[in-house]
């Protein structure tokens, strides 16, 4: 079966760096997304990997390892307003996405 | 300010009526989708549009339908609702419809079926 599995819950620090990560089994791969939805809002993209590596966007970037069916989101330089859900999502053989459950990510001062 | 529009953000419902869902996207994207998300699940699709005239199911498409008629507008339908269709509901939409667009989404519908 398809699958897109992350941690439900961290916590970090204000000012810190926070690695969250996601691994994925899909039927055939076509890219993996990152969104933030922050509570009771839409999510909003963040980033699109489909080759292996980092791509970097201001204070966050996103990490691709086909071969391991893993990726990771980064951010930097936390402030208060990156406390939201991180979504991590696959992009499966025939274009459909596979969404995991989410990351609720809390910044404490 | 261009994007998705959901009515109503927010709707109480008897099991058994009849609901409709509205959604409006300005930006002349193709795709469409709409997305239920339930505590502790990804979001999972119900069904979808690649563009207008046509639609398709999702994962989880029973007790709902969806037409196309124009490329603007994609409303969801529940026929007669029960209560594990309480549910925030997002349309969205992308201009790269069955391949790797990104995803715009409106506000969401939130709806209690009792």
């Known amino acids: 079966g398809q699958n897109i599995d992350q941690p439900t819950e961290m916590t970090a620090t204000e000012g810190a760096i926070v690695q969250i990560n996601c691994t994925y089994q899909?039927?055939?791969?076509?890219?993996l997304f990152w969104y933030q939805q922050h509570a009771g809002e839409a999510p909003t993209f963040l980033s699109y990997?489909?080759l292996d590596g980092l791509e970097e966007k201001g204070r966050f970037s996103s990490f691709l390892s086909r071969s391991k069916g893993y990726s990771y989101l980064l951010l930097k330089e936390l402030q208060m307003k990156d406390s939201a859900s991180y979504l991590c999502?696959?992009?499966?053989?025939?274009?459909?996405?596979?969404w995991g459950a989410g990351t609720k990510l809390i910044i404490k001062p | 300010i261009a994007g998705i529009t959901q009515a109503p953000t927010s709707q109480i419902l008897a099991a058994g009526r009849r609901m409709t869902l509205r959604c409006t996207q300005d930006?002349?994207?193709?795709?469409m989708y709409w997305y239920r998300q339930d505590l502790g699940l990804g979001l999972r699709l119900i069904h979808y549009?690649?563009?207008?005239?046509?639609?398709g199911k999702g994962e989880v498409p029973d007790g709902y339908s969806v037409s196309r008629a124009n490329t603007d507008d994609f409303p969801l339908t529940l026929a007669s609702a029960v209560p594990s269709q309480t549910s925030v509901y997002f349309c969205?939409?992308?201009?790269?419809?069955?391949?790797?667009?990104?995803?715009?989404f409106g506000e969401g519908s939130r709806l209690t079926v009792l």
């Open positions: 969205a939409s992308s201009d790269k419809g069955g391949t790797t667009g990104e995803l715009f």
């Open positions: 930006m002349r994207h193709n795709a």
């Open positions: 549009s690649n563009t207008a005239g046509t639609t």
């Open positions: 899909t039927s055939g791969f076509n890219g």
């Open positions: 990997n489909v």
């Open positions: 999502a696959g992009l499966d053989s025939n274009y459909q996405l596979i």
